[in-house]
């Protein structure tokens, strides 16, 4: 959610910054911008893309080796060019790129007015920048970076914030609370920046910044502090990140490479932690605390969007496989609702990008109030998966398209290892058991391989007959009830066709009312031992002249004499299923999304990556 970054070096800055914001356009594209320090601050920003902003800077070059760039995801005032970032404080001294909340930002401005500035947007950004200039003008004897301090000490809300000021030409000011930034070290030349995305072909080590501190960041040193003022020394970490990983690689889009990578994310995610032969799990993050979870009274996962489908089937597992009582929450409920939750109970939350506002906020809140709290994350050193008590990554590698993919099939590969193991330590599982389970987990990547080969391109005929379909049903049982929502999220998501998800039989109870012959209803019917209530359910839909789009194990001649489109799919055990049947969502939503002439990696109003609430 809005992407920032900065450059000192000797590089062009302009460059370096379009380079930069094109890789982090996937957390916001409402609008993008620029300042570059030469002399003077020199500042370029519109409504739209990053490319029209590149062409804007193609026509008006501008040189410098010191600049801060952002890709907006608006939340205060409309996407337009007077709303983008950076931000210039009244003088057009100082600029200033934001991500996050300013929660008190009329009251601030409503002062700032008073005393008599003026404004040109309707962000909360610019009362940033104007605050700072307001100290620091009227404050004798003071430094910028304690005008800073000082102003940050106003401010109630969330920032990750790149600040330049044409007083100090060889510096970046960045400070951070509740939103990501981290500093890239180069040979002589430093970058700041949202995510390591922008910064992955210059350098792989990298500083992480914590919520309060703040850094002074020149060509060839940096400085970490407090927002209080007191020196801090930072460990340096290397990026495991490859730049292979955040381009395209031949693919039109990344959401298509990202769905064809899951033979070998799924494999990833599994490396290391399995024994099929002697039927044992190794998760190294939550070794320590499995004989907690072993007497957990109850597990409860808290997550967003994708990551609360992948919790659903969390909740089948952990019940099945451990006999441990789950309950799914939205990380957005969660928090406001004054939750019983304490000591003896554990939270656990999924996070693709380990930043999300909500899932943090509700990590925090069970924090307090003595759960233990562990992750499931993607993306190494983010908040979430460094304020968690313990965990696993998925090891998916960067997800960049905005509908999440991989990132769904290796957190369910996770939760399927932890359920497993908890069951083996609670004794529910005995080894002739793990090991049946574990020998057809490691065959899940070759499965996906087989449906990725084998069906793309009955996918993509059918989705040329339901391109202009208005409404779209996807109905599950079981573990396939969550990939039915995953299904109408996807296809919601980057298509904008109107698309529900429900547990089948559910479907009495309501939505059945919309069927009719323009309807089509996709049916996930892969779960054994719910196969005949299913095959009930396709009945009812047929019955009113539904369409049906079946996804189905190879060997179901009942199902597929029941469908008008039937998508087979290799057998597996039921809770290992939706591993394999959201392979045929995804490509579904793709190649229907393609055909509506849609912008698969950056949908209206999305972002990747949600961090505010
Ligand atoms: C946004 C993204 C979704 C994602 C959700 C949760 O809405 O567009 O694709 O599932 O956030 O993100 P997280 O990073 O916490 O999994």
């Known amino acids: 959610m809005c992407g920032i970054v900065g450059y000192i070096g000797e590089r062009s800055a302009s460059d370096v910054l379009i380079k930069g914001l094109k890789r982090l356009e996937y957390r916001g594209y409402d609008s993008a911008g620029v300042a570059v320090m030469n002399g003077k601050m020199l500042c370029s920003k519109g409504k739209g893309k990053v490319s029209n902003l590149e062409k804007t800077l193609k026509k008006n070059k501008i040189e410098g080796f010191l600049g801060i760039g952002h890709t907006r995801w608006a939340t205060h005032g409309e996407p337009n060019d007077v709303n983008s970032h950076p931000h210039l404080s009244e003088s057009g001294k100082i600029a200033v790129v934001h991500n996050g909340i300013i929660e008190n930002y009329t009251t601030l401005k409503k002062n700032l007015i008073e005393r008599g500035r003026t404004f040109q947007s309707q962000t909360d950004t610019e009362v940033i920048a104007q605050l700072i200039e307001e100290i620091y003008t009227t404050s004798a004897d003071i430094t910028f970076d304690r005008a800073i301090r000082l102003a940050l000490k106003q401010i109630v809300g969330t920032y990750g914030l790149a600040i330049l000021n044409s007083e100090t030409p060889d510096r970046i000011f960045i400070a951070r609370k509740g939103s990501p930034l981290l500093l890239g070290i180069g040979d002589n030349e430093m970058f700041v920046a949202s995510d390591a995305s922008p910064i992955v072909e210059y350098t792989n080590k990298v500083v992480y910044l914590d919520d ?17 003022d007191f020196p801090l020394t930072k460990e340096v970490h290397e990026l495991a990140m490859s730049l292979d990983a ?26 290391g932690r399995l024994n099929h032969e002697e039927g044992t799990i190794l998760l190294g993050g939550i070794e320590d605390v499995m004989d907690h979870l072993v007497k957990a009274r109850r597990i409860v ?3 967003c969007g994708t990551s609360w489908h992948s919790a659903l089937v969390g909740e089948y597992l952990f019940e099945q496989l451990a006999k441990t009582p789950v309950e799914v929450e939205y990380a957005s409920e969660f928090r406001y609702r004054d939750p019983l939750i304490g000591e003896g109970d554990v939270l656990l939350v999924i996070s693709q990008s380990g930043e999300t506002a909500d899932t943090l906020a509700a990590l925090r809140e069970a924090k307090k109030r003595g759960a233990l709290v562990l992750g499931i994350c993607n993306v190494v050193g983010s908040t979430i998966s460094r304020e968690t008590d313990a965990g696993v990554f998925t090891h998916a590698g960067p997800e960049i398209g905005v509908a999440s993919t991989k990132a769904f099939t290796a957190q369910v590969v996770v939760l399927i290892m932890m359920a497993l193991e908890l069951g083996e330590r609670k004794g529910i599982l005995g080894q ?3 090991k049946r389970y574990l020998t057809e987990l490691m065959r899940i990547p070759s499965k996906i391989e087989y449906i990725l080969e084998h069906s793309d391109e009955a996918i993509q005929k059918m989705a040329g007959l339901f391109t202009y379909a208005p409404n779209f049903l996807y109905l599950g049982r079981s573990f396939n009830f969550p990939v039915a929502l995953e299904g109408a999220l996807k296809l919601k998501e980057i298509s904008y066709i109107h698309a529900e998800g429900y547990p089948a039989a559910e479907m009495k109870h309501g939505p059945i009312a919309l069927i009719d012959e323009m309807m089509p209803v996709v049916v996930i019917a892969a779960t054994d031992h ?17 369409r049906i789009i079946s996804i189905m194990n190879d060997d179901n001649p ?15 055990i039921d809770c290992f299923s939706p591993l394999l049947t959201v392979i045929p969502l995804q490509l579904l939503s793709y190649y229907i999304a393609v055909n509506r002439g849609c912008n698969v990696d950056q949908p209206r109003n999305l972002a990747k990556s949600v961090t505010v609430e």
Do not use: W
């Open 530 to 546: 719910t196969n005949d209530k299913m095959i009930s359910n396709i009945q009812e839909v047929k019955a009113r002249k539904g």
């Open 558 to 572: 009942e199902v597929k004499e029941l469908s008008e489109f039937h998508i087979s799919i290799p057998s597996t």
């Open 212 to 228: 309060g501190e703040m850094a002074i960041v020149t060509q060839d040193s940096y400085r970490v502090k407090t927002i209080d």
């Open 432 to 434: 002739k058991e793990m």
């Open 301 to 303: 996962i808290a997550a």
């Open 246 to 271: 955040i381009e395209k690689a031949g693919y039109p889009h990344f959401m298509l490479k990202e769905i064809f990578e899951q033979p070998r994310s799924v494999a990833d995610c599994m490396r």
